[in-house]
């Protein structure tokens, strides 16, 4: 299944040089940027607790090694790197792709980019949206090479310095101009007291790939952490516009356990649409914590069999499961690739890959049901990098948040 994929990098890649000529002019500009796969799929819910052990011990690996550098490229070029993060975020308003000055200095020593055209919100050192919101897990100097031995070394994180709360990890991949992002999936709690009320709340989502037809209902589900009394909130928004437009589709619902479950219906107005979701958490106290869906939700128009409008399937690239000549009853059918993880992933449910030449990926009710995953498909994909790499533009332009 995973060679099935690799030829997205490069298609990525490809439009990523489309939409940034100023970029395109490094030698391994079409090079698809090896990203971090978090296998075994990492725990939704993991807590620290410093009483115990300050440090976090987790692993990684990579789908093939990569070390042959080009002229052009800086010394230290394709390493893997690791950030822990306060907050999520969502994937049409991406991670900047800069630590720092230091870092994009070394690229344009090498003619890689100009100083001149990077953003100050596209660099974490520098970012306002960012501040005090990123904590080096690896050092810069400690990036490393993307080879099998250098990732069958445990990743060890010392938490020791870190605010007490909820952070979310992601794996960094150093090639100049074109750095990326592989988020890990899940949530990690670091507390200094099992007492609820001593620690702010956490929350993630496990939704992988999300295609639903309008008149189908969207569960997000996840798992939480948080002291009794709290609530949490759904949101929803569409992508065709410069900024994420959250509008609430469940409200202050009552937390029991340690897993969620949120029931979608899509309105009209996002049918035939993508959609960015998150869910809020807060407790009692007023703390609170967002978790981000991992991929761009797709809604597809609801199926013509419910509509009598069985003509007009052929509108839509996947067919409606009861016209004849659709696909199966229990849904739309996989994609071209056959892969059913989210927009953006290599390892399945729960995690992306975001940043430039990164490889692919009325109100509603509320209630609790389960639903079915959904399959993978191609030209979504595509359609959500291009739309990523423009809104990422505009975005650090205006220093748009991305909460």
């Known amino acids: 299944m995973f060679a099935g994929r690799l030829t997205l990098p490069g298609a990525a890649l490809l439009l990523a040089g489309l939409l940034a000529p100023g970029l395109a002019r490094a030698g391994n500009g079409v090079h698809p940027r ?5 296998q075994p799929e990492p725990a939704c819910m993991t807590v620290v607790d410093r009483t115990v052990d300050a440090k976090l011990v987790f692993g990684y690996t990579i789908p093939y090694e990569d070390t042959e550098l080009t002229a052009d490229e800086v010394l230290d070029s394709r390493r893997h790197q690791f950030i822990g993060f306060c907050r999520g975020h969502s994937r049409q308003e991406p991670l900047p792709v800069w630590l720092t000055d230091v870092d994009v200095a070394a690229a ?32 810069d100097d400690e990036r490393r090479p993307i080879t099998f031995v250098s990732a069958m070394k445990p990743v060890v994180w010392d938490t020791t310095t870190l605010p007490v709360g909820a952070y979310v990890i992601s ?13 890990r999936s899940g949530v990690v709690k670091v507390i200094d007291d099992p007492d609820p009320t001593k620690s702010p709340p956490a929350l993630a989502l496990t939704n992988g790939e999300e295609i639903k037809y309008g008149d189908e209902v969207l569960t997000l589900v ?6 009794d009394g709290s609530t949490i909130s759904g949101y929803w928004s569409l992508t065709t516009s410069d900024a994420l437009d959250w509008q609430m589709f469940a409200e202050n619902v009552p937390v029991s356990g340690d897993s969620i479950e949120l029931d979608f219906m899509p309105p009209p107005e996002v049918h035939g649409e993508q959609i960015a979701m998150k869910v809020e958490v807060v407790d009692p106290m007023d703390r609170r914590f967002t978790a981000h869906l991992n991929t761009l939700a797709t809604i597809l128009p609801p199926k013509a069999s419910e509509t009598g409008g069985c003509e007009d399937t052929g509108s839509t690239f996947i067919g409606d499961p009861g016209c004849s000549g659709g696909t199966t009853s229990e849904g739309p059918t996989s994609g071209p690739d056959g892969s059913s993880g989210p927009e953006g992933s290599s390892d399945g449910a729960g995690s992306g890959t975001t940043g430039p030449g990164a490889q692919p990926g009325g109100e509603g009710g509320c209630g609790c049901r389960s639903a079915a995953g959904a399959p993978s498909a191609l030209l979504v994909g595509l359609t959500v990098l291009v739309g990523r790499r423009r809104r ?9 948040p991305s909460s």
């Open 108 to 139: 344009a020593a090498k003619s890689l980019i100009d100083p001149a055209d990077v953003d100050a919100e596209d660099v974490f050192e520098t970012s306002a949206a960012w501040k005090d919101c990123w904590f080096r897990i690896t050092g």
């Open 34 to 38: 090896t990203p971090v796969l978090w």
């Open 171 to 183: 794996g960094y991949t150093w090639e100049p101009p074109f750095n990326i992002w592989s988020e």
């Open 392 to 400: 990422a533009r505009r975005s650090a332009a205006a220093g748009t």
């Open 222 to 227: 996840g798992c939480v952490d948080a002291m």
